[in-house]
């Protein structure tokens, strides 16, 4: 069991009606992995995330988490969720909302105060803790949630959106605790759009789009190469096709973009460029951000 | 067991949100009106010829408790509904149930737990408030109804079925949905005992099988007549006997207490419904 991955996926699918939310997931996710899932609005995040804690039932396909089959109770206790649209009982002060998780999650009583304490410190709501949630702002909420999924030292966290309400300062807070989070072993599933976020943060990444993976891997596997922009006049249309051998060309009229380049091979390019006739104005490389490759992915024009 | 934590959960919301505070002020209004209203009971028929007898006087009283009774029962009923109908789709809607529900707790625990809360909370109100109001009436008239545990039984159980059904319609429906359709069916069942009675006053056999169609379809109205049952005089009830079936279609009288296979039904009937409403629960998408 403790060797299992943190979650398996098999052909994972789920449709509502006609709308197909999930069309067929695979994946693995080893442990210790901060894993980043991306994908636009509607793409069918939220929904993976609730077939895999059990909320809602797949239509077809296969899944473990930790282990275990969808819903096993031992493996449940050993999850923190942060859900994306929520709110905890308006009447329950945050401490309370953190000592009733306690006790559904199963953690020993004596546990339970230095377990708050510090879930409030992490997130920075300490001197919150005995305010009713119902006066929380929303932000202080998404804290507040983020400190129940951190609850207990869990052995995965699922974070849907976790800094959907968060200020600049709190985004960053939550970067920090997602790296805490990783050096400690922990497997952080994470659903986001803001690709900025995840590329700081994540090991891996999966894009998911209308349902299906579009792509995945490793930051470095999925932003392979760089890009570079040239403005050049004076060169024919057969002389730019010459140079794709150097990366994926795009003629943007006085611009030309090749992606994909080795950096090192852009002198040679220029070389190339001015020994066919053309005349070179400027040369910007740019390192390929994941927002490109995302858009790139989701065929939109950069 | 994670189903109490729910059910303490359960309580805890209604005490926060004020329902019992709520439910005890206006209770002990109406507990003392009505019992000032008692107490000018033995005053009748004052400077008359004749004073009122004592089983004229224990007729009024055991009439007049009744109908207090009624409005009592109608209460409890209605705020049992109220609770119940909100107490699941309230938490779906705000997505409370998807951070408590991806805990190792099972629908069936949290669906109980919620249930039990529910039940608790009818007992704590109704035990005293009913209680209070049969001791005041016995001081102050000296009239105490011969099944006062009979009727407790009686006016729980009718809440309680209301309430299950309101728990059930809470698993799929807003919370407004489940209150409005669990009163309309509670008169529904109220309509139906007096069509059943009517049927048994005219010897019509179609009357009579609605009648009993809606006693076991929603076992409120039979319960009812349970507590009303309970709460009359034994001089009444041979009055009434004399009298003939008459008074069958009347919903404040009954002359003969529910049979106990109609208890045992009424006992399976609810935990029939709460077993629906955890299948129900189980199946509902997050
Ligand atoms: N309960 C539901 N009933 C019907 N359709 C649903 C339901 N839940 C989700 N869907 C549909 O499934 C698709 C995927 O939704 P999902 O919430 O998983 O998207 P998402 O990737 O999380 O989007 P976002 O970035 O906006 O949070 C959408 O088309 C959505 O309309
Ligand atoms: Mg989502």
Redesign the pocket.
Known sequence: MIDAPAIRTQELA?R??S????AGLTMTIPRGDIFGFL????????????LLLGL?PPTAGHAEVLGAAIGDRDALRRVGYLP?LFRYQSWLSAREVLALHCELAGLDRAAWQREIEDALAIVGLADRGSGRVGTFSKGMQQRLGLGVALLGAPDLVVL??PTSALDPVGRHDVREIIRGLGERGTTVFL?S?LLSEVEQVCHRVAI?DR?RVVAEGTLDELLGGDTVRIRVTDLDRAAKTGLSRFGQLDDEGEWLVIRGIDTERVPELVADIVRLGGRVHAVEPRHESLEDRFLRLLGQPN | MLALTITRLQLQELLRRRLFLVLLLLTVVVIALTTWGFSRIPSLGEGQARPISDVQRAAVASQLLILVMFMFSFVLAFSAVFAAAPAISAEVESGTTLAMLARPITRLEYVVGKWLGLVATVLIYAIPAASIQMVLVQIVVGYSPPHPLEFLAFVIGEAIVVLTLSLLLSTRFAGMVGGVSGLILWGLAWMGGIVGGVGLVFDNATLTHVGTASKLILPTDGLWRGAVWSLEPATLIAAARAAGVAAAANPFFAADPPEALYVVWCVLWILFVLAIAVWSFTRK?L
């Open positions: 789920k509502y009606g709308i197909t939310a999930l994908g636009p609005n509607g793409a069918g995040k939220t929904t993976a995330v609730k809602t994306e849907d959106e659903n759009h998911v349902g | 998408e």
